[in-house]
């Protein structure tokens, strides 16, 4: 799998080897995937797992643990990369394009 480099044990995935995993490249990661039309090479059901175990008791998203302060950055990357993998029902996947990271306007 292309992916398989990139999903480390937490099932977060990371940029490059040896860097540890961070919610924004739930983002990176699953939207290139997409545009390759490889996103079912990747278990998106831990990714999405892991993605969201960084979401903050104040309701943004953390680079790598729930107890550290969320960011617009993360939050903003971590809400679009659930969107592409499509594993969060409140979020659709029609509704954020793979390649701006923006919505899309029907």
């Not at 990661?29 to 390759?36: E, M, N, P, Y």
């Not at 790598?64 to 993360?74: A, G, I, V």
């Not at 594993?87 to 923006?102: A, E, F, H, I, R």
Request: aromatic share 8%; hydrophobic share 35%; proline share 8%.
């Amino acid at each position: 799998s292309s992916s398989s480099s990139t999903t480390v044990e937490s099932g977060g995935v990371n940029g490059r080897p040896e860097k540890p995993s961070d919610c924004c490249y739930t983002w990176w990661v699953a939207a290139s995937l997409a545009i390759l039309g490889r996103l079912g090479d990747m278990d998106t059901q831990r990714l999405t797992e892991f993605t969201l175990g960084l979401q903050t008791k104040h309701g943004g998203f953390s680079p790598r643990s729930k107890h550290e302060s969320p960011d617009l950055f993360h939050t903003h990357f971590a809400l679009c990369g659930l969107a592409v993998l499509g594993t969060v029902p409140d979020l659709k996947p029609v509704s954020w394009g793979p390649v701006m990271c923006l919505p899309q306007w029907q």
